[in-house]
Structure formats: structure tokens, C-alpha cells
């Protein structure tokens, strides 16, 4: 058993102990860290607000979800226009919707729906602030009251956050919702003294918990995984009449949504039952789930895959790989070296800090860190903003780890060693701050585009392409035609058009049938060389039918092609 002193530092105890000691000897430095954590939320308000702008990232979920809320609102149900009507919604639960319902009754924005898009956005954005002071109010339980601000710092410039702090979707206030469901954990496991009995046992945290568990679930479903989590905490902690009451009341917050899909499941695959995510983790194609059977060597191929790819988007996650900001000068072959050789610096510091957490025993943020963790390596889907409910948490093990790596330098030389790490995360903030502040500036200069293929033009001609020839489509058609698009919902959002994804079938002789049972009357050939989606599945059936479609349209290059579907005719 290791034993070294400098590498267990003080216990939590103490720890609450010297962040709670009494005001007469602490309220000085108590109102200076208030106002570093004002400063900071003020500064992360700043950053948020120069992206406010009335366009959307090209994700298609913003668009779901402002549409879920319009129904909400508006039709006073839960349901989607499709090609068939309107349709249950089954996959996403009703979080996020209704907290944009809300916004839109308050402001009175909705019609049309693009209207809602910025009070959304603020939405989201205060959410996520008023989650950066949970956080800071946990952190300083577990280690100091600096080291607690640096990691909220951290959390509120790093451009990932930012950026998904001000879109209309379920990242940020996912992570807020998170983070709450810790604070109250954390109580419940250690409550304090208290005159009344429900707080000093824990049992009132414990049950407010329950209910936070309920209400990350309804923003995302990956909320579930805060249940095992708070009910293994609870019982290391040995709270276990807590424990229970966490438990029932979380299965209860839970049991709702699941029984919807149970009792009204959905048409389609889109289910959003907890079944239905078990069984996407079990597809091994995700675009034809149930077409073969896996095997545990597809899971460990999987496995591997997400931990190369997320090792290697570590130095983005935390440091937002600031050379690639600098066009040609660290580009090309340097810059891959660089994510590398960052990445791997990263993890080695991060590990001194877990060490250090387990032998603390926070075992709380270690099985959240651990959970989330393992969930990203077993999910068929890689993108870099499914890790940001573990960025403060990544940020957090990093300076616990180089302040224990700074603590076992010689004395001698410890005031220069803590110089010059404190030099090096300072220029690490900058960087963060720098980068955030450009895309900030660079989105507010656009803000007052005609529309999404001016705002993407500059940044990315594929999407600003596939914009404008949507667009086109929309405008060279009736109102209740049907378009073919990458993006169905963002369709509906920018050019209110009802519009349904690519059929997932390489067979061309599946695609007939499809269009004619969903009236479509053109079809949107994107140029995207993320995906080879179109190339894998629409192009062939344009190909083995020619005289079936009509080219109408097409854009500069990247060339986006329109098609007017014939078989209609």
C-alpha cells in the first residue's frame, strides 16, 4: 500500500475544512475567489454572446428539436411533419424541447420557427454559466479553491464549450444537468452537520438527486448512467437509506419516457427507449442496424478504433490544439504530430491526478469520469462534442496531477518549477481564450447573412454549396412538395419545406418504391467527403435510373446537384 504522504495530500475533510473554516479568518479570500468565479461567468457570457447569431451549426439536431417545440407550444403534442404526416416523436426525450417551448412562449418568437433560434441559443447559454458555478462549488470540495476557478475557467473559454453552449441543442445543458446531479451526490455521501434530520442523513440530497437523474435522462438518455453511478457512490459512502431513496426516486424520474415508447412505440427504428440504445451499441452498420450478427472481435475493433480516435482528439479536447490556428506554418504532417505527441503528454499527466484522486477516495467524480468514459468507447458514434461531459473532469486530473508533480520537485527548485507550470497553463489559457474570441468574431461578422449558404460560404464550401441548392429546391417548388437532403430538418427550420433522408440502401432497385411512397420530387446530391453516404447509397440508384431523374440545378464546385424526381409523373 503507498503510503507517501505528498502523493495522498489532505483528505476531502480537510480539504472542506480549509475551503469552510470560519468567516472571521477567510472571508477576505472567500470574496476574492466569489469574484474571480463572477469574472469568469461574465467572461464566459461575453464569449457566448458574440456567437448569438440567428443561424445554426449543421448538426440537424437544433432543427429537431426547435420543431419538437413548436409542437409543444403551438399543437400541444409531441410529434414531427414528415412525408406521412405528422408522426410521433419516439428518439429524443422531451428536455430540451420543452425548455425551448418555454423560451419561445417567453419571448413570443416561433413564427417562423428560425425566430426561436437566438432565444434558444440564450437558453442554453445560461444553463451552461449557471452549471460552471455548480461546478466550481464542487471541485472546491475535493481540491482547492484555485484549482476549482482554473478548472472553470477552463470550462467556460474552451472554444468546444462555448460553441456548444450557444446552439440549440442538448450538449451543454447535458453537462449542466450532470454536474448538478454530482452536487447533490456529493452532498447525499457527505451531508455535514445539519439541526434537521432529512439533511445531516443525506436523505434530502439523496432524493433531489433522484429527481436530477430524471431530468439529465429527459435532456439525454445518456443520463441514465448517472443512476448506477450515484447508487454505487451512495453505498461506498455507506448512506444506504439514501442510496435507496435515490434509487426509487431515480427509476421513477426514468420510468415515464421508457413507458411511452413501451406503450406507443414508434413506426420506425428512432425508438428512444433505453432498448433502442442498447440495441445501436449492438449495430455494427449503423446505417443497416440487425444486417449481420456482431461478434466480440467487432466490438474490440470498435473499442480500439474510439480509443485511438479519442486519444488523439485529447490535445483538442483540452487544449483546443492551438497550432492548427496557425495556417501555414504548423500545417499538414506537423499538425498530426503535434495532436499526437500533445495528446500523449496529456494523458501521461492526467494518470499522476487519478492516482491522486483514488488514493483521496473521490470516488464520486472518479466513477463519473469512468462511466462516461466507457460509454464513449462502446458507442458506434465518434464525435469530438460527445466528450464534453467529461472536459472539466479531464481538466480537473490534469492540475491535480501537476500539482503533486510540482509538490515532488527539490525544494530549491520548486518556486521555479511552479513559475514555470504556472507559466505554461497561463499561455495554455490564452491560447483557449484567443481562439475562442476569433471564432466568436468571426461568427458575429457573419450574423447578418441572407441566409445559411452566405453564412457557411466562407467557412466551408461543401456546406454552403448544400445550403444553396436546398434552397434552391425550396424555391423552385410548391409548398407542400417533398425534398431528398442530408439534413431533412434543417430543411424545415431555414426553408420550411418537409424534407426525408437519403434511403440507406446500396440497391437501386430499392429506391423507386422509396421516393414514390413519400412523394419526393427532388433529390439533393451533396458533395460532403466526410460521409460516403452518397456515394455509397444515392449515386448508384441515380446511375441504374436516368431516366427518372432530371438535372435542374447545380452549384459551383464542390458541385451540389438538384434532381426532379420523374417517377411521380
Known sequence: MLQDKSLAGPTDAALRERNTRSVAFSLPAIRLHHALLAGILVLGLALGVLRLHPFTAAYGDEARFLMLAESVLFHGDYTLPSAQGLVAEHQYPPGIPALFAFSMWLTGTGDPLASAIVPAKLAVLLIYLAGLVLLYSLLARYASRWLALAVTLAAAIHPLATSMATEP???????AACIATLWLLDRAGK?????????????????????????AANIRLLGVI??????????????????LLFLVLGFLTLLPWNLYNVLAPAVDSEGGSVGVYVGSIAAIDLYTPGASVPVLADYFNRVLYNVRTYGLLLSSVILAQPWREIPGVLGGAWAGKLDVGFSLILAIMIVPGLVIGILRKQWLLLLYLAAMQLVLLVWPFVQQRYALPIQPFLWFYLLLGVEWLVAQTPIPWRRWATAGMSMLFVGAFVFLLTINVTQGVQA?????????????????SQWANYFDAGRWAANHSEPDAILLVRKPYLSYLF???????????????????????????????????????????????????????????????????????LGND
Do not use: C, H
Not at 447573412?449 to 453564412?455: I, K, L, R, T, V
Not at 440502401?505 to 412523394?519: E, I
Open 169 to 175: 441543442m442538448s450538449d451543454a445543458p447535458f453537462l
Open 191 to 215: 451531508p455535514g452537520n445539519s439541526e434537521y434530520a432529512w439533511v445531516e442523513s443525506g436523505l434530502l440530497w439523496a432524493a433531489l438527486a433522484g429527481l436530477a437523474v430524471g431530468l
Open 226 to 243: 448517472l443512476l448506477p453511478v450515484g447508487l454505487l457512490y451512495l453505498l461506498i459512502m455507506r448512506r444506504k437509506r439514501a442510496a
Open 444 to 460: 458575429f461578422a457573419r450574423r447578418n447573412a441572407a441566409n445559411m449558404a452566405a453564412f457557411y460560404k466562407q467557412s466551408n
Open 495 to 565: 426553408d420550411d419545406r418537409v424534407a426525408v433522408s437519403p434511403l440507406w440502401s446500396s440497391n437501386p432497385q430499392d429506391w423507386p418504391a422509396y421516393l414514390d411512397d413519400n412523394r419526393v420530387e427532388y433529390v439533393v446530391e451533396d458533395a460532403f467527403t466526410w460521409s460516403d453516404a452518397t456515394q455509397r447509397f444515392l449515386r448508384p440508384a441515380l446511375a441504374a435510373y436516368p431516366d427518372r431523374f432530371e438535372l435542374v440545378y447545380q452549384t459551383a464546385a464542390p458541385v451540389t446537384r438538384v434532381w426532379r424526381y
